[in-house]
């Protein structure tokens, strides 16, 4: 059975940093690519970001492009988010899910989220 | 930047009737569209992937169709626990997007 255990959120000061995880478990992590998905209250799903199987390709959204960095340990079966310069906007629930396969595909099991609050 | 619109964006209906959901693609995305049912407080799950291959959790009474810019997901019977938020999602190109979502309700 899949299983993906996020961690890592909390109130944050708009400015600050954060680093989100994902423990994954009950599949070949490396195989597949993974991503992160965020929901602010209230509202639909947003893609922030995905990395490939290998590692080797990171894509970000527009709206986290530039402070954000996906990065995962494949040793450790671990997907991260790092995030900088926090702005009240970020404030929502961040899922890490897997994809279908090692470079593309849809996501097909999610975890249950971590919430981040920006706010002073 | 792809943009996937669903409509409508809140569905009422009884159960035991049928559900219809559209979602549209500003561009074409072949066949590379998924849609997800989430529940309050749930995490999303994936109902159906390449726009027509419904996952084995889910039963028959969903169904997807279409391909390019037009899509549909029909739930031919309601019940009481498919009442949810229903998401398109395209995976064709970056960046991928979500639709709005599609609430049913009773």
């Known amino acids: 059975e899949v299983q993906l255990l996020e961690s890592g959120g909390g109130l944050e000061q708009p400015g600050g940093s954060l680093r989100l995880s994902c423990a994954a478990s009950g599949f070949t992590f490396s195989n597949y690519a993974m991503g992160w998905v965020r929901q602010a209250p209230g509202k639909g799903l947003e893609w922030v970001s995905a990395i490939s199987g290998s590692g080797g390709y990171t894509y970000y959204a527009d709206s986290v492009q530039g402070r954000s960095t996906i990065s995962r340990d494949d040793a450790k079966s671990t997907l991260y988010l790092e995030m900088n310069s926090l702005r009240a906007e970020d404030t929502a629930l961040y899922f890490c899910?897997?994809?279908?396969?090692?470079?593309?595909?849809?996501?097909?099991?999610w975890g249950q989220g971590t919430l981040v609050t920006v706010s002073p | 930047e792809i943009v996937m619109t669903q409509s409508p964006a809140n569905l009422s209906v009884s159960p035991g009737e049928r559900a219809t959901l559209s979602c549209r693609a500003s561009?074409?995305?072949?066949?590379?569209l998924a849609w997800y049912q989430q529940k309050p407080g749930q995490a999303p799950r994936l109902l159906i992937s390449g726009a027509s291959t419904r996952t084995t959790a889910f039963p028959a009474r969903f169904s997807g169709s279409g391909s390019g810019t037009e899509f549909t997901l029909t739930i031919s019977s309601l019940q009481s626990e498919d009442f949810a938020v229903y998401y398109c999602?395209?995976?064709?190109?970056?960046?991928?997007?979500f639709g709005g979502g599609t609430k049913v309700e009773i």
């Open positions: 561009q074409g995305v072949s066949s590379n």
């Open positions: 899910a897997k994809r279908s396969a090692r470079t593309s595909g849809w996501f097909d099991d």
């Open positions: 999602q395209q995976y064709n190109s970056w960046p991928l997007t």
